[in-house]
């Protein structure tokens, strides 16, 4: 069965200190990536996605995250976070075939950055 | 303003009873979604619609039912065949019929307590 596993269900960070939450997905086809962030008290929006092309892909904020195939993962970075990057933060795929949009959602991973 | 629109924020639920939750877009997409978010659960899928008249079961149907006669509006009913109906509801969009349409956006959740 298709499926995402996000690794870290709880990261507590520093101010100023690098971001990695990982991100790895079952199936080998074709696939759309997804991060998306929700804010305490806000809705989920996206914070990047990658369909094709570049596998590094810059989103809002600063973040950023690199699609490598071989190992199926999908990682989200940031260099120096902030005490705004507080959230919970979600890897969705598309596993694409024709007109599927349905998208299979990780766990995901609750950041607490501390000032 | 375009966006996704649900209401109401917050309901209340006695035993027993059936609860309808609204979800509007005027974001002219296709397809339309509702999850639902439990703390450590992520996202699970409980229906989904792709075109008007027409919608399909998600991960966790038992106990919801939807409608969808305009493109614009999905509502979610919870019936009281849902033993644990308290959660964060969630209701999305997606557009687009070209590889990128999989992109969902959110509205900002309607919290279902029973009392």
């Known amino acids: 069965a298709q499926s995402v596993s996000q690794h870290n269900h709880h990261v507590i960070l520093s101010e100023a200190a690098s971001l990695e939450l990982g991100c790895n997905y079952s199936y080998g086809g074709t696939v759309n990536l997804f991060w998306y962030v929700q804010y305490p008290g806000q809705h989920l929006q996206l914070l990047l996605k990658?369909?094709?092309?570049d596998p590094l892909v810059k989103g809002i904020k600063g973040f950023e995250a690199e699609f490598i195939k071989s190992k199926f993962s999908f990682n989200l970075r940031k260099p120096s976070v902030q005490w705004s990057d507080t959230a919970e933060y979600f890897c969705a795929v598309n596993f694409y075939a024709g007109n599927n949009r349905k998208l299979i959602w990780g766990l995901g991973t609750s950041l607490a950055v501390n000032p | 303003d375009g966006g996704i629109t649900q209401s109401p924020k917050y309901l209340f639920r006695k035993e027993g009873q059936n609860v309808t939750l609204s979800c509007e877009q005027n974001l002219n997409h296709d397809a339309m979604y509702w999850y639902r978010q439990d703390p450590g659960q992520g996202l699970r899928l409980i229906y989904y619609?792709?075109?008007?008249?027409?919608?399909q079961k998600g991960d966790i149907a038992e106990g919801y039912s939807v409608s969808r006669e305009k493109k614009e509006s999905f509502p979610l009913t919870v019936t009281s065949a849902q033993k644990n109906p308290t959660a964060f509801y969630l209701c999305a969009s997606s557009g687009g019929r070209t590889r990128g349409g999989e992109t969902q956006y959110f509205g900002p959740g309607t919290r279902l307590l029973v009392l």
């Open positions: 619609s792709q075109i008007v008249n027409d919608f």
């Open positions: 990658y369909f094709s092309g």
